[in-house]
């Protein structure tokens, strides 16, 4: 069974930082894209930042030169390093992985369970 488990939420003062850490479990042949979303209360889920197996990133411009997106492939892991934040940054983040199972299919979206992000102003 594929799991994505999260870790590094918190609570920080507005300009503070924060380091979200997803790592995937289970057996599996490989993991392609991952990225980061969140979902503040009231609102729909948003995209936060992709990054490719090769290492291509993408950002929302919101956090653009903010936030970075990296990958450690051999952990199967990916992060998320939040400077700068913002009291609007404050939401639920979740980390999602297109993780390949089994030879010769095509690769399933995983969700992690969500790490929970509080700016205060």
């Known amino acids: 069974q594929v799991q994505l488990q999260e870790s590094g939420g918190g609570l920080v003062q507005a300009g503070g930082s924060l380091r979200l850490s997803c790592a995937v479990s289970?057996?599996?042949?490989?993991?392609?894209?991952m990225g980061w979303y969140r979902q503040a209360p009231g609102k729909q889920r948003e995209f936060v930042a992709t990054i490719t197996s090769s290492g291509t990133t993408n950002y929302r411009d919101s956090v653009e030169g903010r936030f970075t997106i990296s990958r450690d492939n051999a952990k199967k892991t990916v992060y998320l390093q939040m400077n700068s934040l913002k009291p609007e940054d404050t939401a639920v983040y979740y980390c999602?992985?297109?993780?390949?199972?089994?030879?010769?299919?095509?690769?399933?979206?995983?969700w992690g369970q969500g790490t929970q992000v509080t700016v205060s102003s």
């Open positions: 289970g057996i599996i042949v490989s993991v392609n894209g």
């Open positions: 999602n992985a297109e993780v390949k199972r089994k030879l010769f299919t095509s690769p399933t979206d995983y």
